[in-house]
Each structure stands twice: as C-alpha cells, then as structure tokens.
C-alpha cells in the first residue's frame, strides 16, 4: 500500500491529505473501488469531474454535485431537481451544460458549487441526448433531428446558428479543431466540417462516415 497526498480545497486554502491507495502495477488486472455515493433517487447518466468536485446528471435527480476529495467518502453538497430527465453534461469555465431527454438544454452557473444557478432553459421541442461545448458554440444532439450549433455567448438566451441532418440518430458528439464528430446511430461515426468565420455560419458539411 502507498501514501498519497491528494490537494484539497477547504475555506479558500489549499491542504494535503494523504489517504492510503492500492499501489498499481503491470501485472494488475482488477481495478478496487475506493467509494461510492448513492442515494434512493440516482440512476446516474454521466459525470464531468472538476477538482475536488462531480458534476451529475442524475436524469430524474437532476444536477447532482458532490465533494470527491475524499475518495472513500464522497458526500452531497447541493442538488438541484426541476423535474427534468438529466441526461448528459458538459462544462466550461463556471458554466454547465446539461441536456434534458424531454427538455432541450440547460445553462447552469455553478462559480459557487453549493449553490447551482439555473440560466436557462433552451428548448426547441427535440429529444436531447448529448452535448458537446467549444467556445461560444455548443453541439446538441436531437437523435433523429440531428446536432443543433447553437450560440451560447449570452447563457440567458442561446439561440440556434444551424443544424446538421442526414436522417441518422444523434446521440452524442466529440470535438477536436474544427471537426465534429458524431455517434449517428445504426449510421455509425460522421465527421462534420464544423467552420464558424466572421460571425457568420458556413453550413456544416459531411466529410467522412
């Protein structure tokens, strides 16, 4: 077993905890599980973790935070539920984007971990499922209507630049450069020409599936 010194932040300053892990070698094949947070109402979809802290998208829970600098111990610190179907999250900055199965897409502001601030509720009538940031530009997959672009410059009113289907499923996406790359169902992988010049949007072009 090894001694681990693992940051945490605590009243503004930083301190080192030391916790015990299982030393990791080339012959081991079984990871161990260190903790677990669960409660009567998780069915947990996905998770960002920033530092000390996970971000859950919980589906019927909602945003879920929790304080993982203790690894063994893994606690709540804020929740919030609007009824929604919580699906998958992205992040950037102190922002959260989080897709609603039924509800489109929402904007939180969590600078303040404990107490998650809901922005907007950006909804067009589509089955979300995944989502993907860069910029000022999200990518929201709507299955069968496609990956919405849209403009999330102002997270109280983002509004939609274009929309990229071919008839496939969207579900989720990955973004490298100016590339988009798409989970399209039974179409498999896409890569979509993703350009965005001069404030103006170039309609996204399929390069390879």
Sequence with gaps: MGDNKVPSVQNGSLNEKSYTFPKISAQSVSP?????????????????????????????????????????????????????????????GDLAYITDRYGGLRIFDISDPTKPKKLCNFNEGDESAGISVSGNIAYLSVRSNGTKI????????????????????????????????????????????????????????????
Excluded at 63 to 74: A, G, K, M, Q, R
Excluded at 187 to 202: A, S, T
């Design 32 to 92: 161990v599980e260190l903790g677990q947070y669960y409660d009567d109402y998780n069915y947990t979809m996905d998770v960002f973790v920033d530092g000390d802290i996970a971000y859950l998208a919980d589906f019927k829970d909602g945003l879920e935070i929790i304080n993982v600098s203790d690894p063994y111990h893994p606690t709540e610190i804020a929740n919030f539920n609007d009824g929604g179907a919580y699906w998958e999250i992205a992040m950037q």
């Design 150 to 209: 849209i403009d999330v410059s102002d997270p109280y009113n983002p509004y939609t630049l274009g929309v990229y289907n071919d008839g496939g499923i969207s579900t989720t996406t990955f973004i490298s450069r100016d590339l988009l790359y798409v989970a399209d169902g039974a179409d498999g992988l896409e890569i979509i020409d993703i350009n965005y010049q001069r404030g103006q949007w170039l309609t996204p072009s399929l390069l390879g599936k």
